[in-house]
């Protein structure tokens, strides 16, 4: 089998045309290759979610996907979240005000896993939000703000 | 910029939004792994399968062979060349253990580091350990601390005789008297499971050779940079000048990040032989076994109470599963000194006794861990007090009110020799059973249980010592005694204070939390004031963030030195406005005459100070640049009262939260939203640690739960929504700050084992062992056999 092989990816609105080993994760592509490093690696055996991406507009934990398996998708990452004028996405913006993060490690996940659950269920519950985060770890917060910040932006307190 | 919300007339009180969150939330933060610098190798390090082997040869040729790998480094070809981690002096060791950076002779867990290699690429450096090819002899094994102190039992050290790398015995009181003359004697056993910080980040480090003007610059994720740099040169055999540690943004620490690791000092190491840039960066399966664990406690306690529930007398006896080393700087004395010398918490014991060791294993070394010993000193109290409750018949919450420490009775010297001061433990208890409405929560677990459901109630109080000075120590009979810390106030000529402290945060918004005091202290505005944090090059000399001591030393330092930067603000502005020292005052980043005629902006004043100096006399342009460093003597006490109700499904053994009720007192808080963060995050480890945290290992010391699927952290799902109240007194720190980084773990592993117990003893269950596992519970409950 090859060790390398060449793909077609758009990440963040980008197109990128790159050889890349094999083996290369998705995750170890984003960071190492096209040097967004706001996607982090907190287990790389697809638990705490932070490495989580939009894939073609679905989650993808970016440790367990192969570059070359996202050969022809359209990826979005925490770094692509803000308008073409800088302006924050309001999950963005409801995390920062909610005071949603600490360390900030799961952040990245933790974004985009919210505004899937948005795009997905408008009006979510509170059980909504903590069933669809259940599956990204923040070791810092214990949630509470992190919950009330996406509820905030279901409620279109941020825009 | 984004400095509005909630802000009222003084910063000090207000949920200041922290600018320094802003990167993290864009996705711009630089954390270890994010730095890459040209012509970087990287390393990785080839573990022991064993957990106690005799090393009869290591052989790195074929690794060595592998293209790609630069050089493969063994713990024989180390050895002599650095010196290796003793552990550190302590007044109550057993025997002194020998960690080589790289195993020599011997291994002593499963995970210790035995080669490093460095290679163009990690997973290249990965492929190659898989090469080298080592010959273990193994050795019998010690798994238990209380099989580990028999004298039959084999030596994790030949050094440490009985395995004992701490052992203490403490009395004071008449302890015999007071349970000869008790009118009941209460006895409990328990036991908290082995636990991980399980930061999301892991431990990494970059070394660099002559990056900078300095020889050796290391990034490193990491709480304590001054005290990475001052180790690393003395066992690498450098002068601290040539050695500038940066701590990056951090991805958690909770005191995991607060001890010296062999694999770092390896990376500088080969960082100075190579002269090239080397990385590395733990994965998850070996922080799972090469960071520190936490906790691993048996513990047996007993109490004298009168008839009317006082207690008269505590008597522990605490056996610490400290692993194979002891935690270098902070010695295995950690949890077992802690334990053991902190079990009366915020209630008044008149007598106490302990007899407390810490008991070398074939495991990973157990380290400082948010709220070091204490979680398991409190839960197995509060617990034994609940027992006492019941026999006597008075209610659980009576009994804590009869025999917390009341203000009136304040300074209170206990029997562990402690000073409590300016604490409001009857206040925390009596805000959150009312918040709860307690006694409605007892009514409906009545109607619960009499509608089959299996309820229970817990309720917890806790002290926690913070912001220790030099007269209090943090790591009790070691030498190392932090308790003083610098901080460095500039104006610069741009009119903005540069705020300079060795006190990095790894989410704690410290430095948000200085820009508010020194704003207060200066009447200069948010949006002027920046701060440094990370950097040994330009902050002044610190002991770094742990032990909730960062606040109450930033602040404390900060109203030092401000207190002398303004004085040289209002000395130079009157001059400039012609105005007598009296006639002005500083407010919104300006000198102002009193009735606000004339002022002269912080801006145009550096730009004179520092480039018009000879148009001002000397004496009224000394620099505005003060250092000042600060040391509370004391520390403060911090308290709290929990109150939980669960409901435990018989059949399946679940525990579900359903009720979670805090009330704390933190002192005088500088931003409550990061308060409230620090509380309830404290309070889901301590769900944690309660309900689901546990590292297992079998009898031959393999770990068996090395994955996140293996190991639960709770989720979003673990935790309920959690209702905080506040109680607060300020302490006699400056500022009335208290620390708040760690009570809350303290209170939340007390009251929900607590409940627990309380629901499991309404159909005559009982539970020692802690994580309350569905398993635990279920033999708790009788349901399956082998007991509590």
Known sequence: ??????????????????????????????????????????????VCGACTVSLNGRSARSCLTLAVQADGAEIVTIEGLRDRDGKRHPMQQAFHEKFALQCGYCTPGMLITAIELLQEKPDPTEQDVREALSGNICRCSGYQAIVEAVLAVARKEFV | ???????????????????????????????????????????????????????????????????????????????????????????????????????????????????????????????????????????????????????????????????????????????????????????????????????????????AYRESTFVLTVWMSHQLPYVVRHYLAKHIGMHENDVRVIVPHTGGGFGQKASVYPEEFVCAYLALELRRPVKWVEDRLENMVASTHARDQYIELQAAVDKDGHLLALSSDVWVDVGAY???????????????????GPYKVPALRYRTRGVATNKTPVGPY????RPSASASLELLLDEAARRLKIDPVELRLRNLIPNEAMPFRNANNLVHDNVNYVPCLKLSTTKGEYARLREEQRQALADGKLRGIGVACFAELTGLGTTTAVGPGTLLQPGRDAVTLRLETSGVLTVAAALPSQGQRIMTAMRQVAADELGINLEDIICLTSDTATAPYGFGTFASRTAVFGSGAVIKAAKELRQRILALGAFLLGVALEEVTVANSAVHTLDRSKSVSLREMAEKSYFSAKDIPEELNPGFEVTSFYDPKRGSFAAGAHLVVVDVDPQTGDVKIIRYVAAEDVGTIINPAVVEGQIIGGIAQGIGEALLEEIVYDDAGQPRTVTLADYLVPSALDIPRIELHHANTPSAALGGFKGCGEGSIIGALGAVTCAVADALSRRGGDIHEFPATPERVLRGLGVLPGGA
């Open chain 2, 1 to 207: 910029m984004s400095d509005k919300r909630f802000v009222n007339e003084r910063a000090v009180g207000s949920s200041v939004l922290p600018d320094e969150a802003i990167p993290l939330v864009e996705g711009f933060g630089r954390f270890l792994n994010d730095i890459q610098l040209p012509g970087m190798y990287h390393v990785a390090f080839l573990r022991s399968q064993h957990a106690h082997a005799r090393l009869r040869s290591v052989d790195a040729s074929k690794a060595r062979e592998l293209p790609g790998v630069v050089k493969a480094l063994t713990g024989k070809e180390l050895f002599g060349r650095v010196e290796p981690f003793r552990s550190m002096p302590n007044r109550f060791s057993g025997g002194e253990s020998v960690q080589h950076w790289l195993a020599v002779d011997k291994v002593r867990f499963c995970g210790e580091a035995i080669c490093a290699v460095v290679a163009e690429d990690r997973a290249t450096a990965e492929d190659a350990c898989e090469l080298i090819e080592v010959d273990y002899e193994p050795l019998p094994v010690v798994s238990d601390p209380r099989d580990g102190e028999r004298d039959e039992a084999p030596l994790v050290h030949d050094s440490c005789p009985n395995n004992y790398l701490i052992k203490r015995e403490y009395e004071r009181g008449n302890v015999a008297e007071a349970f000869d003359k008790a009118n009941l004697v209460v006895k409990r056993k328990f036991r908290i499971g082995r636990k991980q910080a399980l930061c999301l980040e892991a431990r990494g480090c970059v070394a």
């Open chain 2, 326 to 344: 002891s935690t270098y700087l902070w010695s295995a004395g950690m949890e077992p000194l802690q334990t053991a010398g902190l079990m009366p």
């Open chain 1, 1 to 46: 089998m090859a060790r390398e092989q060449r793909i077609k990816v758009t990440v963040n609105g980008r197109t990128y045309d790159k050889v890349v080993p094999v083996r290369l994760s998705l995750a170890d592509f984003i960071r190492e290759h096209l040097y967004l490093t706001g996607t982090h690696l907190g287990c790389e055996h697809g």
């Open chain 2, 370 to 373: 948010r709220a070091v010993g």
